[in-house]
C-alpha cells in the first residue's frame, strides 16, 4: 500500500487545489467528501471513488473495508498530511477522492406521481444552500433543483453544511428558464414564494405536483419567477421584520405541503 508523509508531494497539492477551487473540481471531475457519515451517504447513492485517504491513528484499515471493497484503492497518510488536507477540525481520519455526477434536468425520476419538489434560485452562501438540502432530505421531498447556480455543489462547505444531504436528494441544476420549461412540461404547479401579487402560503393547495421557489434573502425572486408561477406565496411575518432565513423559510411552506399530503 502506498503512503504518504509529505505535505509537498505533488499528488497532495493536486488534492488541495480540488478542494479550493471549483476550476478544478470541473477540469478533473472530482471532488473530496470527508468524514464517515458523508463517505456513506454518497455509497449508498452509488458515487464512484478514485481513492480513499486515511490516518491510521484515527481510522483502521479494518474500519475503512467496512465501507469499501479491497480493491478499492488506498493510501495511508500521515497526520501532517490529513491536517492538511481536512476541512473540519474535528473529522474521522478519512478522505474520498470522488468522481464527480451530472446534475442534469435529464437524470431526474419520479418515483410520485404528484412530486414535490424545492427550487432554489441563484443562493449563493454555501451554509444556505446545505441548510435548503437538509430541509429537503428531512422533509423527503422527490428533488431539489438549483436555478442559476451561484456556488459548486461540489464545494467542500455545501458538503459539510448538509451532513452529506447533497447525496440523499435528487438534484439539477439549470438556468431558471430551462427549470420553468421543466415544470410547466410536466404540469408541475410553481408557488414562488415573493411578497409581490402574493397569497399566503397555508391557503394554497400543494397535493398535486408542485415546485416550491425560493430566492436569495438579499434580492429574492427573479421577475421570470413572479411572472411564470402558477401562484406567489408569503408567509406572513408576525414581528418587525419582512424576511427570514431562506432555509427558514423553504421548510415552513415545504413541511405544509407534506402536512397536507398526509407526510406521505
Not at 49 to 68: A, C, N, P, R, V
Not at 123 to 152: M, W, Y
Not at 247 to 263: D, L
Given at each position: 500500500?502506498?503512503?504518504?508523509?509529505?505535505?509537498?508531494?505533488?499528488?497532495?497539492?493536486?488534492?488541495i487545489?480540488?478542494?479550493?477551487?471549483s476550476?478544478?473540481?470541473?477540469?478533473?471531475g472530482?471532488?473530496?467528501?470527508?468524514?464517515?457519515?458523508?463517505?456513506s451517504?454518497?455509497?449508498?447513492?452509488?458515487?464512484?471513488?478514485e481513492?480513499?485517504?486515511?490516518?491510521?491513528?484515527?481510522?483502521?484499515?479494518?474500519?475503512?473495508?467496512?465501507l469499501?471493497?479491497?480493491?478499492?484503492?488506498?493510501?495511508?497518510?500521515?497526520?501532517?498530511?490529513?491536517?492538511?488536507?481536512?476541512?473540519?477540525e474535528?473529522?474521522?481520519?478519512?478522505?474520498?477522492v470522488?468522481?464527480?455526477?451530472?446534475?442534469?434536468?435529464?437524470?431526474?425520476?419520479?418515483?410520485?406521481?404528484?412530486?414535490?419538489?424545492?427550487?432554489?434560485?441563484?443562493?449563493?452562501?454555501?451554509g444556505?444552500?446545505?441548510?435548503?438540502?437538509?430541509?429537503?432530505?428531512?422533509?423527503?421531498?422527490?428533488?431539489?433543483?438549483?436555478?442559476?447556480?451561484?456556488?459548486?455543489?461540489?464545494?467542500?462547505?455545501i458538503i459539510?453544511?448538509s451532513?452529506g444531504?447533497?447525496f440523499?436528494n435528487q438534484?439539477?441544476?439549470?438556468?431558471?428558464?430551462?427549470?420553468?420549461?421543466?415544470?410547466?412540461?410536466?404540469?408541475?404547479?410553481?408557488?414562488a414564494?415573493?411578497?409581490?401579487?402574493?397569497?399566503?402560503?397555508?391557503?394554497?393547495?400543494?397535493?398535486?405536483?408542485?415546485?416550491?421557489?425560493?430566492?436569495?434573502?438579499?434580492?429574492?425572486?427573479?421577475?421570470?419567477?413572479?411572472?411564470?408561477?402558477?401562484?406567489?406565496?408569503?408567509?406572513?411575518?408576525?414581528?418587525?421584520?419582512?424576511?427570514?432565513?431562506?432555509?427558514v423559510?423553504?421548510?415552513?411552506?415545504?413541511?405544509?405541503?407534506?402536512?397536507?399530503?398526509?407526510?406521505?
Amino acid at each position: 500500500m502506498k503512503e504518504i508523509t509529505s505535505i509537498h508531494n505533488s499528488y497532495i497539492k493536486n488534492l488541495i487545489k480540488l478542494q479550493e477551487k471549483s476550476r478544478e473540481r470541473k477540469k478533473q471531475g472530482l471532488f473530496i467528501i470527508e468524514g464517515k457519515r458523508e463517505i456513506s451517504l454518497a455509497i449508498e447513492s452509488n458515487y464512484n471513488f478514485e481513492t480513499i485517504l486515511f490516518d491510521e491513528d484515527l481510522i483502521s484499515e479494518k474500519e475503512i473495508l467496512t465501507l469499501f471493497n479491497s480493491n478499492i484503492n488506498r493510501i495511508k497518510i500521515s497526520k501532517e498530511v490529513y491536517q492538511k488536507l481536512a476541512y473540519r477540525e474535528s473529522t474521522e481520519g478519512i478522505i474520498a477522492v470522488t468522481k464527480s455526477k451530472s446534475f442534469s434536468l435529464d437524470n431526474i425520476e419520479f418515483k410520485n406521481e404528484n412530486p414535490l419538489i424545492l427550487v432554489a434560485e441563484s443562493i449563493e452562501k454555501p451554509g444556505n444552500i446545505g441548510a435548503l438540502l437538509r430541509t429537503a432530505d428531512a422533509a423527503n421531498i422527490d428533488a431539489v433543483f438549483i436555478a442559476d447556480p451561484k456556488s459548486d455543489l461540489y464545494n467542500s462547505n455545501i458538503i459539510r453544511s448538509s451532513v452529506g444531504c447533497l447525496f440523499t436528494n435528487q438534484i439539477a441544476t439549470a438556468t431558471s428558464e430551462e427549470i420553468i420549461s421543466y415544470l410547466k412540461n410536466n404540469k408541475i404547479d410553481i408557488y414562488a414564494a415573493t411578497l409581490q401579487n402574493s397569497n399566503e402560503y397555508h391557503k394554497e393547495n400543494y397535493t398535486k405536483g408542485s415546485a416550491i421557489v425560493v430566492g436569495t434573502e438579499a434580492t429574492g425572486l427573479s421577475e421570470i419567477w413572479r411572472e411564470k408561477a402558477t401562484q406567489n406565496i408569503n408567509i406572513p411575518m408576525q414581528g418587525k421584520i419582512d424576511s427570514m432565513n431562506v432555509s427558514v423559510a423553504a421548510a415552513i411552506v415545504i413541511f405544509e405541503a407534506k402536512r397536507q399530503r398526509k407526510f406521505k
